[in-house]
């Protein structure tokens, strides 16, 4: 099939070529539209928490998700109390209820105000009479560049109040800088800064012109991933982060593909093949790598799709394409561009690649050599990070990790010193669809709750056709952003539960539960999927049973290693205040595990991909297993370690930015890609295929003849003597 795919493709380069340019084309003017329809929707349909958030949304049209509470610090003008300004403010905060408000689901939706003239509740007034705060619920986000309330209650506030100072703070504030206005121009730079980095590595790669080859296929590929979105969005809804997704790791992925496939092309060349021949050997060889590396990558982000929730759904499917789509481009484009114009821009030609790399046929020469050794301390490393590991805690990061400086920093800080509780930003809300005596008992159930110090009764206009009722805002004493807080949550659903006309609880702190609940309680069924399927692709690919054992547990291993590491650099602190002025976020964002193992699980088994498929063909040539070992890492080290160096750097790009969740599962991507390409790929699994001898190869008939491949029946124990490689610079 790849023969007759190389064939076609070198056949007709010039209509591959322009097909492609079309795509790109079509991809490039369409970005923006495909930008301006993805969401941002983190519902959780039938958790308890959730479903209380819709009917609250229902009813009134706001609620308290993490996009929607906005904190207004309030200070009256000329030095006097809050208590003898009492009806100003509350004529201030009527003001912002009529004339602020914010894009939501069906268009713009006014505020919903919690304020102490409307409730009467001390709770809402600080320590010494001199300040006084509001909570302020605007309807869920509903793209990734929809604004905040903060300059709609600003200037409400300066007209209705004039001289008074005001602060505003909350979670989205905190860790925007007090800017949601994001149009997403970072995205571009980020990318940019990756090609660039990609662009000197692939110069030191290649040392010539052909390093421009794997950047041209990369931008192919992201704009055909978007133009696909763009399609999937009229059918259903696509998260944000799939932008992020596609243009970063599609950086990354694109070029690694067509770097495996030109790096063979030019050995083959070096062989003395002519050129259309290279280009059909390379696709004969590393197409292969490619077709399996891809489809063991969309392997891990399908298992996404098995889970019930949407934005994670829409990740998957959209993740799925960014392999996938590169998979396509690199096996049609890259021969076509390869026949055309491969010998014309391979030049100076400084670097040869005739033989094996001198550095990684000596290095694994002495993995090979002490192989114990290598496992062992390879082994030693990975188990050591899984103690911190198994202290995770799953959330969003606290206050005190998020903006250090701005505004909503020192609204926040000053808000603090009034005496608020740090919960102030997490609020509970309890929906009671009934009289004014039912949300009165439900707020008095709630306030009797260890760790809630206020909890008042609210009864705001409902929208058009909902019943009569009001929402209890119940204040924790601590912010309920991780696992280890929820308990407050817990406490106070089952203190209101049953009670004449509540309908539920929800905030932020019933989203962590629900979260945690909805996948975390799935996440054996998504293990199951991927090691299944991830084994029995690579039984067929690698006509073993035993290499794709490994690569599954060692891939297990990695992972695990990696969530120890973000452990202890992000919830713990161990270097992100330092490299980024993060302190401690106490909390691995709920979403980023499950995320990040999805993606490292197939990227990283592209190296296992691209090593053991060179090894596999040095075996089946007649080397025994340390010779086609040493020559097969000999042939790929530089690619593997040069791909996740790219890979690392577009990850290291996208950490830039200012999202504390974002710079979390970017680390997390980054370090483990790293970890895995050098302990793991190129120090115990060259050890370990060479312990485990013959038996790496062994493929019994009857399974073989299941998977329509090969048999691959053991060796005699002594193999004639293979042939030595020999190393070059």
Known sequence: MLTRLSDVAVRHRRLVGLFWLLIFVAGAATAGTTQSRLKVDFSLPHQPGYEAGKALLAAYGTGADRGALTVVRVVPPGGQTVTATRTQLGAAFDAVRREVTVPGPGGQRPVRVVDYAQTGDPAFVARDDRSAYALVFGPPQVSFAANLPDAGIQRVMATALPGAQVGITGLTQLETGSSADNNNSGVLVETLVGALGALLILAFVFASFLALVPLLIAAVSILSTLLIVLALTTFTDISFIVLFLVSLVGLGVAIDYSLLLVTRWREERAHGRENVDAVRVAMQTAGHAVIFSAVTVAIGLFALVVLPVPFLRSVGFGGMLIPLVSMVVT??????????????????????????????????????????????????????????????????????????????????????????????????????????????????????????????????????????????????????????????????????????????????????????????????????????????????????????????????????ATFGLLVLFWQDGHGSNALFGVPATGAITFFVPLMTFAFLFGLSMDYEVFILARVREEYDAGADTDAAVIEGVGRTGRLVTSAALILFLSFASLASGPEVTIKIFATGLGAGILLDATVVRMLLVPSLVSLFGRWNWWLPAGVARVLRVEPSPLRPAAPPKAREPEPVG
């Open 331 to 560: 096996l049609t484009l890259v021969p076509a561009l390869l026949a055309g114009i491969g010998p014309k821009v391979d030049v100076p030609r400084i670097r040869k690649e005739g033989v094996a790399s001198r550095f990684w046929t000596r290095w694994t020469r002495g993995v090979v050599r002490s192989r114990w050794v290598a496992a062992v301390v390879a082994l030693g490393l990975l188990v050591t990070l899984l103690v911190p590991f198994s202290g995770i805690k799953i959330g969003v990061p606290g206050t005190s990790a998020l903006a250090q400086s701005g505004p909503a920093h020192d609204a926040l800080a000053a808000l603090r010193a009034d005496g608020a509780p740090a919960g102030i930003v997490t609020p509970i809300e309890v929906l009671v669809r009934g009289d004014a005596a039912q949300v009165q008992a439900a707020a008095a159930a709630a306030r009797s709750v260890p760790g809630v110090t206020a909890a008042v009764a609210t009864l705001p206009q409902g929208l058009p056709g909902t019943p009569p009722g009001g929402v209890v805002i119940a204040l924790p004493q601590h912010e309920t952003v991780d696992i280890g807080s929820v308990g407050v949550v817990d406490r106070v659903r089952a203190a209101t539960r049953g009670l004449p006309g509540v309908v539920g609880t929800t905030g932020i702190g019933a989203a962590q539960s629900d979260f945690s609940h909805a996948v975390y309680g799935n996440m054996p069924l998504v293990l199951t999927i991927i090691v299944v399927l991830s084994y029995l692709l690579l039984v067929r690919a690698f006509r073993s049973l035993l290499l794709p054992l490994k690569a599954v547990l060692l891939n297990l291993l990695s992972v695990s």
